[in-house]
């Protein structure tokens, strides 16, 4: 019982998202969820035409953007290669295709439209409480996909950088708070 209070517990210690710490990572990092060199637009491109044969949507053109940051470390504050921290990521993801958000998690939370987890799309956000006994949000993620149930988003993790999860790993699970669309 001890040993599983104390695998929580560094769990914990080590993904919160609001943690100071610097981080350096020596290994490859891989990317389940990527957006393919071709598909993938240059910042402030314009969307294919309506004649292109595959549909891509704003969401799919701010994924893109925020997957190009997949192995970033994390850097409290941080918007850049160098580092980036949970809100720095989708701020700039979000700024490089035309769409306004707060810089801080807490205050993106209060943006857009609430919705079910079960009507999640690629695009919306999902915000955590990660502390406990926090009282406001301070992590957030994007949905990338939605498969079978599965919802894996993409944030910055103080402890593994920018990457991809799944809403079913128990953590982010038990510290979800809300979805919201801003698209």
Do not use: Q
Request: some cysteine; glycine content about 8%; proline content about 2%.
């Amino acid at each position: 019982m001890l040993r599983k209070f104390l695998y929580i517990f560094l769990l914990l210690l080590i993904t919160a998202c609001g943690a100071k710490k610097k981080t350096t990572a020596n290994k490859t990092r891989t990317v389940s969820v990527a957006s393919t060199k071709e598909n993938r637009p240059k910042a402030h491109s314009a969307p294919p035409s309506r004649t292109s044969t595959t549909k891509r949507t704003k969401a799919d053109y701010i994924i893109d953007t925020a997957l190009e940051f997949s192995g970033v470390r994390y850097k409290y504050g941080g918007t850049t290669k160098k580092g980036m921290d949970c809100s720095g990521l989708l701020y700039v993801a979000f700024a490089e295709n035309n769409v306004k958000l707060p810089r801080a998690s807490y205050h993106m939370a209060e943006e857009g439209r609430r919705i079910d987890l079960r009507d999640v799309t690629k695009g919306d956000l999902l915000f955590f409480r990660t502390t406990k006994g926090a009282k406001r949000i301070n992590h957030v993620g994007m949905v990338v996909t939605v498969e079978r149930g599965e919802i894996k988003f993409i944030h910055s993790s103080s402890s593994r950088g920018v990457i991809v999860s799944s809403l079913r790993e128990g953590y982010w699970n038990s510290t979800f708070v809300r979805a919201k669309r801003v698209l």
